[in-house]
């Protein structure tokens, strides 16, 4: 009886990981089609003197003058990084949970605290590399459209599979992510509206951000502090401010 019992049992227990089994391929699969399904093919760009036209008013509108005269800025990402950079002496301090990074990114090398103690050795090290990376990014969403002349960039005009144009810029180095792609679409005015992503970070190309929210600093740059990305996941830039003199930190 008590056999019969536990056979009974394995048989149930086979057909609940046969069935669930069937439903994790099932997902899988679906996974797979809805972002087969989402996917735009990167499209290629043509080089073009209306590229560099179309950067020229890009920091016009923005005031790209001003952004370079601006010596610091400080702000609060979304996922709660906070940042204070010196943008003419090259380092910053970024602050996340309970770690305070001093970077100087042109070494990425930094002083590291962890609950108001300074550490030492791999651990600061990897701290140190984690700021660095977290910097990068952060700092991409909220000064993006004044890079599109970096060293290492190439400026192109795409056409996008609904017909509309915009300006391709593929980095070819810099940051930690070379290689990656933008396409920019600009309202009638030549300003920023959006960009679509052909990236390493995500399986998917073609993944919308807008560029909204737009903020003027004190030194009159301006700049975008609010993104949406693939229609749903916020991107924001929060108690933003940016001025000149030396930071203190």
């Excluded at 990656?180 to 073609?206: C, H, N, Q, R």
Aim: some cysteine; glycine content about 10%; overall charge neutral.
């Amino acid at each position: 009886m008590f056999e019969s019992f536990n056979n009974i049992n394995i048989l149930r227990v086979k057909k609940f990981f046969k069935i669930s089994g069937l439903l994790f391929l099932i997902l899988i699969i679906g996974v797979f089609i809805f972002g087969y399904s989402m996917h735009e093919p990167e499209p290629a760009g043509v080089e073009s003197p209306e590229a560099d036209q179309m950067v020229q008013t890009i920091y016009t509108n923005l005031n790209k003058t001003a952004w370079d005269s601006t010596q610091w800025v400080k702000w609060r990402f979304s996922r709660g990084h906070q940042y204070h950079w010196d943008k003419f002496n090259n380092r910053v301090q970024v602050k996340w949970d309970d770690l305070e990074v001093v970077l100087d990114l042109n070494t990425q090398k930094g002083i590291v605290k962890k609950g108001g103690i300074v550490l030492s050795g791999s651990e600061a090290d990897a701290e140190s590399k984690k700021a660095y990376s977290m910097f990068c990014n952060d700092s991409f969403w909220l000064i993006a459209p004044f890079k599109l002349t970096d060293s290492g960039t190439q400026r192109t005009i795409a056409t996008l599979p609904d017909g509309r144009k915009g300006l391709k810029i593929s980095y070819g180095n810099g940051g930690v992510t070379p290689g990656d792609s933008y396409v920019w679409l600009l309202d009638e005015k030549g300003s920023p509206t959006e960009f679509k992503m052909w990236v390493s970070i995500l399986p998917i190309g073609g993944i919308t951000a807008t560029w909204d929210r737009w903020v003027t600093l004190s030194t009159g740059a301006k700049v975008a502090t609010a993104h949406l990305v693939g229609g749903k996941v916020e991107s924001n830039v929060d108690d933003l401010e940016g001025g000149m003199g030396t930071p203190v930190f």
